[in-house]
């Protein structure tokens, strides 16, 4: 049955509108992405024959990119130019807290040459 012109949506059951879930939804995609960040970086280092010592309180997930002010995306698959990565500001050290910046995948690609 269709619903009459100009009438909006019927109500919808389930829980009631919490303003902080949004947040907490945020939050938890930063922690998700913070954890999908350290097992990519871990690989790098591996492949790179380098020390990686990160842990999720080394580092914070700006909201854009220091580098080229894109906007960095936690759901966003490797390769695509707004993946959040690494980028070791020192390249003779090893991934550790003080020696990484987070930026997009596009800038670390050329950073890296």
């Not at 509108?17 to 970086?41: F, H, N, T, W």
């Not at 695509?80 to 995948?105: C, H, K, M, W």
Request: aromatic fraction near 6%; hydrophobic fraction near 35%.
């Amino acid at each position: 049955m269709a619903r009459p012109q100009g009438v909006g949506k019927p109500e919808q059951p389930g829980r009631p509108e919490d303003p902080g879930r949004s947040e907490r939804a945020r939050q938890r995609r930063s922690e998700v992405g913070k954890r999908k960040m350290l097992r990519r970086g871990a690989q790098i280092a591996r492949r790179e024959g380098v020390d990686f010592t990160l842990v999720e309180d080394d580092f914070t997930i700006p909201e854009v990119c220091p580098i080229l002010n894109i906007e960095l995306n936690v759901r966003a698959r490797m390769r695509d130019d707004d993946y959040p990565i690494f980028l070791r500001t020192d390249i003779n050290l090893p991934y550790e807290a003080g020696n990484i910046q987070v930026v997009s995948f596009k800038a670390w690609a050329e950073a890296r040459g």
